[in-house]
């Protein structure tokens, strides 16, 4: 039976404005969607999402924090939360739809309407943490979509699977204080934002994956194949959740691993034969990182060929 993929974008992501010489900028959404319009991708359904519910977010920050954000939005021009991260008049309205997209992906995959889905969402999440904004990251949208699928579909087990260079460290801090959820972070280190020490859990629900700098192929893959696969055979998830972020790529400018397009075609496939055998095949995927613009396209091409 052919897999069924859903597409879903912000349209507010095209819209938050990072500054000039940014590498969050809005051209990397632009990349991204710039692929459904061809082949292989024409036939896959593209879904808009201007959903500005407050309440999702919730459930991975404070009222305090939220309502911080909406009074930070400047009127006009720019405002620097940090060197990082940087808001414009539509930040709030593309922080607060990225999030919402991962809670409407949900809802459609739960309801059968697809079995995965992708979310080419800006801004990204997985930096976010519950009382600040950092590395580019406003809400933690992941985590946001699988509590979401927990507290509407009483799902007991969620793997979120991060495999962008940079450690998750907004998930990883929001997951320490849930059930349920089995986070699993490959990254670069040592690097920003410094934290993702194998060592530090003791929760047993996070698997922190260090990868040297000029580590490529090889070295990802047989991590993957010695900790990442066999963790999610044990842990038995009935939904996966993918932080899709495409900056380990060789080409990207921000970061040193050595990755490449077919690379992410090959965790994506056996990510999806494991969502096969235990999660009835229901995958929801999120886009995080990835600077070099062609390098993004690419990988985000090959990401999609693996879930479909
Ligand atoms: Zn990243």
Known sequence: MAVKINIYTNPAGLKHDTGPGHPESPARLEAVLSLFGQAPFDVVPL??????????????????????????TPDEGYRY??????????????????????????????????????CA????????????????????????????????????????IDFDVHHGNGTDAMTRGAEGIFFISSHQSPFYPGTGDPRDDQTGKILNIPLSA???SKEFRSVYEAQVFPALEEFR???????????????????????????????????????????????????????????LQASVAAHLQGLM
């Open 214 to 216: 000029g580590a490529g």
């Open 47 to 72: 879904l808009k999402c201007r959903e500005m519910e407050l309440s999702p977010l919730l459930y991975a920050h404070s009222r305090n924090y939220i309502d911080s954000i909406a009074e930070m």
């Open 237 to 295: 998830p009935e939904l996966m959740m993918i932080s899709a972020g495409f900056d380990a790529h060789h080409d990207d400018p921000l970061a040193s691993l050595n990755l490449d397009e077919h690379d992410y075609l090959w965790v994506t496939e056996k990510l999806a034969a494991l969502a096969e055998k235990y999660c009835g095949g229901r995958i929801i995927s999120t886009l995080e990182g990835g600077y070099d613009l062609k390098a």
């Open 121 to 160: 969402v800006r801004p990204p999440g997985h930096h976010a943490m519950p009382d600040q904004a950092m590395g580019f990251c406003f809400f933690g949208n992941v985590f946001i979509g699988a509590r979401h699928a927990q507290e509407k579909y009483g799902i007991k087990r969620i793997a979120i």
């Open 81 to 118: 939360l940090d060197a990082d991260v940087i808001m414009s008049p539509d930040t709030w309205e593309a922080a607060v739809t990225a999030a919402n997209t991962l809670c409407r992906a949900v809802d459609d995959v739960m309801a059968g309407d697809c079995d995965r889905a992708f």
